[in-house]
């Protein structure tokens, strides 16, 4: 499995832009970049996924490198509701659904 | 949205009795569900892939007559810890694949909290 490399944390203020970023040089074509996070004692939530190009949606947006070895997620005004941790992870395409594996994911602080 | 329910949330049990721990997608049918067990400040640890009809794939280092996955039909797959104790104390979440959408997002279940005693 194509692994990826985060910051163990990250803090920002409430209100504030965040930008999360995720090395993946080790990508392959057919792999999807995903991002989940998880709150304490719950189950990890989809954020977004995208494979070549940049992606929104109603939580965050997703910033993909040309080359697609690096990605960022944006959240755009982090609220003390985004504090949790954050999973980037690539999943390869397939017919039945391929295993996600998890990292060791980046902690988000956020300050009031 | 999709939703996959996962039960019981939370489990007690003596050591040496066994578990089950169902996960269920409520309004799609997975043909791949997948088990995860997290300790404490660590991240999530796949521990087998399950695949309906069929026999589960598990992760290496994962006892398979430890832990029992069954996968009998699209909507429902799960995870008996046998003859527990305490050091498989720990959250165990599922998660499911739209079978429709097998490339798109997983959905994950609220996980279950085991404490053997």
């Known amino acids: 499995d194509a692994k990826t490399t985060q910051p163990n944390s990250m803090e920002s203020n409430e209100e504030e832009p965040v930008h999360l970023p995720c090395n993946h040089s080790t990508i392959s074509g057919t792999d999807y970049i995903h991002w989940y996070r998880q709150l304490p004692s719950q189950g990890p939530e989809y954020v977004i996924h995208g494979l070549t190009s940049n992606v929104n949606n109603r939580m965050a947006s997703l910033a993909i490198a040309e080359d697609r070895k690096s990605s960022t997620l944006i959240l755009h005004r982090a609220t003390l509701r985004d504090a949790a941790v954050y999973y980037c992870?690539?999943?390869?395409?397939?017919?039945?659904?391929?295993?996600?594996?998890f990292g060791a994911g980046t902690i988000l602080r956020v300050k009031s | 949205g999709a939703v996959v329910s996962q039960h019981p949330s939370w489990v007690i049990c003596k050591s040496g009795t066994s578990v089950k721990i169902e996960c269920r997608s409520l309004d799609f049918q997975a043909t791949t569900m997948f088990w995860y067990r997290q300790f404490p400040k660590q991240s999530l640890m796949l521990m087998a892939t399950s695949n309906e009809g069929s026999k589960a794939t598990y992760e290496q280092g994962v006892e398979k007559d430890k832990f029992l996955i069954n996968h009998a039909s699209l909507t429902l797959s799960t995870l008996t810890v046998t003859s527990a104790h305490p050091e498989d104390s720990s959250f165990y979440i599922c998660?499911?694949?739209?079978?429709?959408?097998?490339?798109?997002?997983?959905?994950f279940g609220s996980g279950t909290q085991l404490s053997v005693l």
């Open positions: 998660s499911a694949t739209n079978r429709e959408r097998p490339d798109e997002k997983l959905f």
């Open positions: 992870i690539l999943r390869a395409r397939g017919l039945y659904g391929n295993k996600l594996v």
